[in-house]
């Protein structure tokens, strides 16, 4: 979105400077690389960075607000309700489409947050990677607020690993190496030095939890968790029991605590007056406008798009039974701004958000970005198109943190 930089990096680019850099991600982890990496990265300019994070701030000081708190205790399915659940979430990730407003000038318009992980490891590796098969652009950075590599993974660990011994520390998911985002989880383990575990393989003792390392039955003090109920209850029935584990009380620190997916998700847009938010109500509390074209129904408890009802008829939203758990959100119109080399592409950034463990206030330091030219951000609306996929935003550098 900054002009100068796009067209010198378009006069630069080639199909083998790509075919380099795809090479070298997927020797990262052979085999691993599930998703497609899209050709360029996002620049971003200072304005609209300031306005993403005025967003952001605004958010987190209403969801920090002891009303909040309150009414969010609704959002917990009560069956899922986990012990143990701490002040606030280790992490937030915001997802803002890059839109243009009836003034013609380019605005982000919040998709969706959540208060639970993202590719946070991959996407220290992702513009480093990029970096050697393009020209570097001096003056801009993937990190915000001042972080570089080398103080980013100082945060990641000090919040992951704490004061733990890195082997008491894991990384829980189900069925990890099936997951899109495995390429993930190993970053993680190399940068990081935690191991990978399935819920399938913790081992329960009482109120404490063990995997096995190399042979070794090994305490687990705290849990870096990537498990989504959602995604868990679509899972055999034997893995399904496996997964009650959650409910009960353990001698564990959870990172972030699941209790958070929920409070800080689709069921918080509701609560938020801004306007880089586009205004949402709860399916049961509002009539339905005349002009519902205009609108989006998404299902509060899904992820990964599932179930999300793009163009709405009056007569499919009066069939849903539980309309208590779904959001009426007004349409973001994603603006076509990243020029490519056939037609421009729509964009969508996230912005990784972490509670400093000395000053416990959220901070923005780090980045993803996906590109489309489909109807949706995914996979299935951008089948057989380039320039699309994963990627990186890029800032004007700033000061040290």
Known sequence: MITAYRERYNQEFSEDKYEGYLKELQGLYPGQLDFR?????????????????????????????????KASERAIPPHLKVPGEDSFSHFIAFDFGVCRN???????????????????CWQVLLPEVHSRHFSSVAGLTPYLNGYEKKTYLSLLKSLIIGEENPEQVILLEVLP?????????YATETMLGIKTVCLTELIRDGRQLYYMREGKKTPVKRIFNRVIFDDLYQQPQEIQDKGKIFQEELDVVWLPHPNWFYRLSKFTLPF??????????????????????????KPLFSFAGQGVIIDPTREEVEQIRDPENW??????????????????????????????????????????????KGKMIGVRYNK???WVGGTFCMFENKSSA
Do not use: W
């Open 37 to 69: 990496v899209a050709e360029s990265p996002v620049f971003v300019p200072p304005d609209f960075e300031e306005k993403i994070i005025a967003a952001c701030d605004h958010i987190i000081s209403t969801v920090s607000q002891p009303s909040y708190l």
């Open 102 to 120: 009836e003034k013609g000038e380019l605005e982000p318009q919040l998709i969706e947050m959540q208060g639970f992980p993202s590719l946070f």
């Open 177 to 185: 190496h099936q997951q899109k985002t495995r390429v993930d989880f």
């Open 272 to 297: 938020i007056d801004h306007p880089f938010v586009p205004a949402t109500k709860f399916l049961n509390e509002t009539d339905l406008p005349s002009d519902l074209e205009n609108y989006v129904v």
């Open 327 to 372: 959001i009426l959100q007004r349409k973001v119109n994603y603006a076509p701004a990243i020029n490519t080399p056939d037609e421009p592409a729509k964009a969508e950034i996230r912005i990784f958000y972490f509670r400093d463990p000395v000053t416990n206030r959220m901070v923005a330091a780090n980045n993803l970005a996906r590109l489309s």
């Open 384 to 386: 057989d198109k380039n």
